[in-house]
């Protein structure tokens, strides 16, 4: 029985899965998104976010110092370090949380696994642009929008086709 126990065993040993975690998530980190399947992208959500989440405490040197070391412990790759305390922790300080985006991506033909692509959510400019446009609070009237439409008409005089206007557009030839 699996009672009480979370993690997801993604049917490997625990040397086996440590090390395909700790792969992905340094790949994570270095290129902000990447497809996999959905078991092991839901695993890996589990795994980096409290890793993210250690770049934002810094208080004094000493923290800053043992915070290298833990990440470094389970990522142990110094390139993915520099990078997730450089790049992606200033990043995220103000998030309180939930630092990945998962997306479904469909099925592989080969083995019909489930694919889905893992990203970091602040790295996405796609989504980025939509929710601060969003954000803007939309103009409210309490008026029509008839009224408007009918003021814009009586403002802007019915422009007739002169004499001049039809004499420069050039005929085409009926046959």
Do not use: C
């Amino acid at each position: 029985m699996n009672h009480g126990n979370k993690v997801n065993k993604l049917s490997r040993k625990k040397a086996h899965r440590s090390a395909l975690l700790s792969n992905l998530a340094s790949q994570l980190i270095t290129h902000k998104r990447i497809v996999t399947t959905l078991a092991k992208a839901k695993a890996l959500r589990t795994y980096v976010e409290p890793l993210i989440t250690k770049t934002k405490k810094t208080e004094n040197k000493e923290t800053i110092m043992n915070q290298h070391r833990v990440v470094f412990s389970h990522l142990q790759d110094k390139a993915a370090v520099k990078e997730l305390f450089t790049v992606v922790g200033p990043k995220v300080v103000s998030r309180p949380g939930g630092y990945t985006r998962i997306l479904k991506l469909g099925i592989r033909p080969g083995d019909n696994a489930e694919k889905a692509m893992i990203e970091l959510v602040d790295f996405n400019e796609i989504y980025g642009k939509g929710v601060e446009k969003a954000a803007e609070p939309a103009k409210k009237t309490r008026r029509g929008r008839a009224p408007k439409k009918a003021a814009e008409e009586a403002a802007a005089p019915a422009e007739q086709p002169t004499a001049q206007a039809e004499e420069a557009t050039p005929e085409t030839p009926a046959e």
